[in-house]
């Protein structure tokens, strides 16, 4: 015969135990988020889609002020349409139905790194854009100028026109198909797969 007796309050015992569960899945489920934004992170910097772009990764684990055996992670980004052109390679078109205008070294950048619009441009060089249509390959909007040491078209110096050439600053294409850059369902599967694991350690540990 087999006797079994229970040392201690069972009760007591039962809720240290659910306590002890709660406090596992929170710490895993918070490291998972965590993981989960520094391998997005990554993955854009490794695609080589800047910085700036990298931290638009944000996570945020629930409940935030106590552990639960319902814990959940959000793992996000500020910047979801640029972020979901590249992971899932979009095809992107004007939305006025026209062109998209692609700009050429020549047109340089504005302020914070960012492209220059057509407009933007003829208003930062005091330089009109002239429209070149051309049957094969995008058509060009170019500037009636020269290019500097730094590549880039602008204002012609010489009064006679000598040196002066016809420098493309935009393509025109009426679509452009970004390329698949990213696999971010990728990242997720590999820290998801890692759950329970953490879980049991994290419970064990306590």
Do not use: C
Request: hydrophobic share 45%; proline share 5%; no cysteine.
């Amino acid at each position: 015969m087999i006797r079994m007796e229970i040392a201690g309050d069972i009760a007591r015992l039962m809720a240290a135990e659910a306590a002890a569960g709660e406090r596992a899945v929170t710490a895993a489920i918070r490291s998972a988020g965590a993981g989960l934004k520094a391998a997005w992170r990554a993955q854009i910097m490794g695609a080589g889609l800047g910085a700036r772009l990298a931290r638009t990764i944000r996570s945020e684990s629930y409940p935030k002020a106590r552990p639960s055996l319902n814990a959940a992670a959000l793992v996000w980004s500020k910047a979801p349409t640029i972020v979901g052109a590249h992971d899932e390679g979009a095809l992107i078109r004007s939305r006025s139905g026209f062109w998209l205008a692609i700009p050429t070294p020549a047109a340089g950048r504005g302020s914070g790194g960012k492209r220059l619009s057509p407009a933007e441009w003829e208003r930062r060089r005091g330089l009109r854009l002239r429209f070149v249509y051309r049957p094969r390959g995008p058509s060009l909007l170019v500037a009636d100028g020269r290019v500097n040491s730094r590549g880039l078209g602008v204002a012609s110096r010489s009064k006679t026109g000598r040196g002066a050439a016809s420098v493309p600053i935009f393509l025109l294409v009426p679509q452009v198909k970004l390329r698949k850059r990213l696999d971010l369902a990728r990242d997720a599967r590999a820290v998801q797969e890692r759950i329970p694991g953490a879980i049991v350690a994290n419970w064990v540990e306590r």
